[in-house]
T-cell receptor
Framework: GENVEQHPSTLSVQEGDSAVIKCTYS??????FPWYKQELGKGPQLIID?????GEKKDQRIAVTLNKTAKHFSLHITETQPEDSAVYFC??????????FGKGTRLSVIA | DGGITQSPKYLFRKEGQNVTLSCEQN?????MYWYRQDPGQGLRLIYY???????QKGDIAEGYSVSREKKESFPLTVTSAQKNPTAFYLC??????????FGPGTRLTVL
């Protein structure tokens, strides 16, 4: 089955700097890669996703890149702000089976 | 969040008791999921249902049971057979089987 590895597990950045979180997946059949943001005590919120027919997608300060050959995808947050502090999860799926999630990255943005 | 509700927000259980967590969605989604979240463990799939009156075990189904009698409802019962039930439980739904939307979660504590 699918296995998703996420790195780093914790990340601290200065306000205004960029943050990058990376994930690798094992199943070449996976074609859908969402990213979720979870604030303390709340459910995860979908922030951006990408499908395998696209190499990059951007939404304001957030972007995701996908390398199907290497089986890895990354989340990029530019101009970080204190409200970006949260736990971020990547996931991979085929649409026929449930998403498989990474273990999460705790991002701290230091003002 | 959006159209997915979970209740209660906090739940306390004595050892040996069964408890049922509620998950309701008004999004007309076919698929629904239950996850367990422990610190540093990410999201682990308990059960999922892709259609009414049908459900499948996830990675950690032992000690849990579900039903899917209505499209909008997917309750989870934590039985006394679950050895370590204290955790944060998340319900999700999906219209297509890939993009998942999460509820706010229920925090279960065993006294």
């Amino acid at each position: 089955g699918e296995n998703v590895e996420q790195h780093p597990s914790t990340l601290s950045v200065q306000e205004g700097d960029s943050a990058v979180i990376k994930c690798t997946y094992s199943d070449s059949a996976s074609n859908y890669f969402p990213w979720y943001k979870q604030e303390l005590g709340k459910g995860p919120q979908l922030i951006i996703d990408i499908r395998s027919n696209v190499g990059e997608k951007k939404d304001q300060r957030i972007a995701v890149t996908l390398n199907k050959t290497a089986k890895h995808f990354s989340l990029h947050i530019t101009e970080t702000q204190p409200e970006d502090s949260a736990v971020y999860f990547c996931a991979a799926g085929t649409g026929n089976t449930p998403l498989v999630f990474g273990k999460g990255t705790r991002l701290s943005v230091i003002a | 969040d959006g159209g997915i509700t979970q209740s209660p927000k906090y739940l306390f259980r004595k050892e040996g008791q069964n408890v049922t967590l509620s998950c309701e969605q008004n999004l007309n989604h076919d698929a629904m999921y239950w996850y367990r979240q422990d610190p540093g463990q990410g999201l682990r799939l308990i059960y999922y249902s892709q259609i009414v009156n049908d459900f499948q075990k996830g990675d950690i189904a032992e000690g849990y049971s579900v039903s899917r009698e209505k499209k909008e409802s997917f309750p989870l019962t934590v039985t006394s057979a679950q050895k370590n039930p204290t955790a944060f439980y998340l319900c999700a739904s999906s219209p297509t089987g890939d993009t998942q939307y999460f509820g706010p979660g229920t925090r279960l504590t065993v006294l």
